[in-house]
C-alpha cells in the first residue's frame, strides 16, 4: 500500500500516480485489482451516486458512509477522503473535528480540502499537526461552484500568480500533495516543478506528477461529460442493452 511518503518518492523518481475516485465496494474492489496506487472517495459522488446538482449538499454523514464501503474493498490502494463542504470551512475546530471523524471512521489514510491561500494555510498546519495527512486542492474548486462557475481557473497573469502562490503556502503548510484541476497545462507544468511535492492533474495538462479522473466518467456512465475527462468505455449504453435484452427475454415467457 501506498504511504503519503512514497507518494513524495513517486516524484522524484517521476514515477506517475494513479488515481481514480469510487464510491462503493464494488468499484472500490476492481479500482484496487486493477493497481490504481490512489483512490479518492470524492464529494463528486453527491452527484454520480446520490443524485444531486452539485457536491453542496453532501454531509459528512454521507461521505463516511460511503468511504466506509470503500474501505472494504480496497487491500493495496491509499485512501483519501474528501471533506465536504461546510465541514471544514467555518473553523479549524470544525475541520480537525470532521477530518479526525473521517480517520476514525473510515480506515482511510488522509483527507482532502479544497482552497489555498490564505483561507486554508491555518487550517492545513493544524490538521497536519494533529497527524492527519491533507492532500490540497486548487484550481477549479467545485465546492465554490457559485463563485467560480465550472469554467477553466488561471487564466490571467493575477491568477496564474495567485494559484502559484497557492501551491508554495500548502506545500509550506503541510499538504503532501495537490490536486490541480481544469487549468493551463503550462501553468500546471509550472506549478509541478515549483514545488517538491506531487501534482495530481484533472483537465492540468500531462506534466503534473500523477492523473485521476472521477471513474463514473472513465466508465462513460454520466450524462455531463466534463470537456476534459476522457471516457474509456461506454459502460451506460452498454448497461442499458443489457437491461433491454433481460427485459425483452422476461417478456417472451408472455408468448409461450
Request: aromatic letters at 4%; proline letters at 4%; one cysteine or more.
Amino acid at each position: 500500500m501506498p504511504t503519503v511518503r512514497q507518494l513524495l518518492q513517486f516524484k522524484v523518481n517521476r514515477k506517475q500516480i494513479v488515481a481514480l475516485t469510487a464510491w462503493d465496494f464494488a468499484i472500490a474492489q476492481i479500482l484496487d485489482a486493477a493497481g490504481v496506487d490512489l483512490i479518492l472517495v470524492g464529494d463528486s459522488l453527491a452527484m454520480v451516486a446520490l443524485g444531486y446538482e452539485n457536491t453542496l449538499p453532501l454531509t459528512l454523514d454521507e461521505i463516511i458512509h460511503h468511504a466506509k464501503a470503500v474501505k472494504r474493498g480496497v487491500k493495496n490502494a491509499l485512501i483519501v477522503v474528501d471533506l465536504p463542504f461546510l465541514s471544514y470551512q467555518t473553523s479549524v475546530e470544525s475541520a480537525i473535528q470532521s477530518a479526525g471523524r473521517i480517520l476514525k471512521e473510515t480506515g482511510a489514510q488522509a483527507v482532502k480540502l479544497e482552497g489555498g491561500y490564505p483561507a486554508m494555510i491555518e487550517t492545513i498546519t493544524r490538521l497536519v499537526e494533529a497527524g492527519i495527512p491533507v492532500m490540497g486542492h486548487i484550481g477549479l474548486t467545485p465546492q465554490s461552484v457559485h463563485q467560480l462557475g465550472y469554467r477553466q481557473q488561471g487564466q490571467s497573469e493575477s491568477d496564474r500568480d495567485r494559484l502559484i502562490l497557492a501551491a508554495v503556502a500548502l506545500e509550506r503548510a503541510g499538504a503532501f500533495s495537490i490536486v490541480l484541476e481544469h487549468i493551463p497545462a503550462d501553468l500546471a507544468k509550472s506549478i509541478s516543478e515549483k514545488i517538491s511535492i506531487p501534482t495530481i492533474g484533472i483537465g492540468a495538462g500531462v506534466d503534473c506528477d500523477g492523473q485521476v479522473l472521477v471513474t463514473a466518467d472513465l466508465l462513460g456512465l454520466t450524462l455531463r461529460q466534463p470537456p476534459f475527462a476522457k471516457a474509456y468505455v461506454d459502460l451506460r449504453t452498454i448497461i442499458t442493452q443489457a437491461v433491454q435484452d433481460y427485459s425483452a427475454d422476461v417478456k417472451k415467457v408472455d408468448g409461450e
